[in-house]
């Protein structure tokens, strides 16, 4: 257990410091601005949203609703809500595009059991950011102020 939490610790440092000396990111290049304000991404996030990500994720952004956030009898989790109550939000841009693109399997790593497939294969790069940028359209003024700060500030 000890041995666990050192470890961590030392991932956690290496992580830090490849952030530190990582070079200055502009937001057009590292950190593209989900599309969130641009009706006709919007739009085509919409319609996307609901050909690929609706069925688990809801047709009202609601998630797998009342007990998304307990494991299944195998494991899973079920979809979150990808409205303000959900935590899709606490992520930065890059972390959500990398979700969508790769899969949670894939980022999480291990034995790590997931529904969240990865849609690299069958979107586009601006595709995934138009999805992102219709949910993010959805949140409230305050909450995609939060989200701004968080990719200005560069926390995950
Ligand atoms: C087959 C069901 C399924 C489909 C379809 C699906 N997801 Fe997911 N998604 C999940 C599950 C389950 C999770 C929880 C991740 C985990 O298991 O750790 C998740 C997590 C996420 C997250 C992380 C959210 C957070 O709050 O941390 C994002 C972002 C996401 N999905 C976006 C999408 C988008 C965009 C689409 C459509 C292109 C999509 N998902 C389609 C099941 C699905």
Redesign the pocket.
Known sequence: MKKTIVISLAAAAVLTAAVWIAPAWTEDEARPLLPYTDAARVAEGKA??G???????GVDLEG?QPN?QDRDADG???????DEN??????DNN??MQ??REG??AI?GGT??????G?GD??SENE?AS??GY?KSTWPTEIQEIHNEINARRLP
Request: charged share 5%; aromatic share 16%.
């Open positions: 996307l949203y050909d690929y990500c609706a069925s688990c994720h797998q998304w899973y989790l079920p979809a979150p809500p990808h959900g935590h899709t939000w606490h992520h972390l959500l979700i969508v949670t399997e999480v790590y059991k997931s529904h969240m497939i849609f069958v979107l995934i999805v992102l949910i």
